[in-house]
């Protein structure tokens, strides 16, 4: 531990010192009263909002879409290879679940390693 020096000031010497702090407080909340404050109007702020809307549809058609892509093909690929390679079916079926398991297993130990 640090050792601390501590100034004991006398009355006198302390309430002259707290009238200063006192003074440049004051100062300092005269100075930042005289900065102007600009408020926008309601307007502006439904302006906003409207804008805000239309930029997060248009995210979620962009995601929407991208996400019908994916599944589309990833599906056309399955059925494909259900018809043409019903082994390269089964094996993909079989796969899959081992990997989400094993997968579960190691997030869920990652997070028992992290809060030991």
Do not use: C
């Amino acid at each position: 531990m640090k050792k601390q020096k501590v100034v004991i000031l006398d009355n006198e010497q302390q309430n002259n010192h707290d009238l200063d702090a006192i003074h440049e407080l004051q100062d300092g909340l005269s100075k930042v009263d005289q900065f102007p404050v600009y408020t926008p109007d309601l307007q502006w702020f439904e302006n906003m909002v409207i804008i805000e809307k239309e930029n997060n549809r248009k995210k979620l058609r962009k995601e929407l879409s991208l996400f019908l892509i994916i599944a589309l093909f990833i599906l056309s690929g399955i059925i494909v290879s259900f018809y043409q390679l019903p082994f390269v079916f089964l094996f993909i079926q079989i796969i899959t679940p081992v990997f989400i398991v094993f997968y579960t297993i190691m997030g869920s130990r990652k997070k028992v390693k992290i809060n030991e």
